[in-house]
Each structure stands twice: as structure tokens, then as C-alpha cells.
């Protein structure tokens, strides 16, 4: 049986590959310094 606690806990480790993924292809593009936090978060959904 999955809990709601056992939900969130996936939900946020989706959300944080999500992140990291989309970062890291931000970065290869165009660079560490012109990747902005919301670039990443918009990319991640």
C-alpha cells in the first residue's frame, strides 16, 4: 500500500531529476553563467 508520504517522496525525486536533467542540457547549451533558475524550472515543468 503507498502512502501520501511515499507519494511526495517520489513526486520530489521525479521533480529533482527533473531539475538536475534540464539544468545540466541548460548548462551544456549556453553556459553556466547565462542559465538562469527559471529557465531550469520552466525547461523541468
Do not use: N, P
Not at 531539475?19 to 525547461?43: C, K, P
Request: hydrophobic fraction near 40%; avoid cysteine; charge should be positive.
Amino acid at each position: 500500500m503507498t502512502t501520501a508520504a511515499d507519494r511526495r517522496t517520489s513526486k520530489r525525486e521525479r521533480t529533482l531529476a527533473a531539475l538536475i536533467e534540464h539544468g545540466l542540457d541548460l548548462f551544456e547549451r549556453q553556459g553556466y553563467e547565462a542559465t538562469t533558475v527559471a529557465q531550469i524550472a520552466r525547461a523541468a515543468g
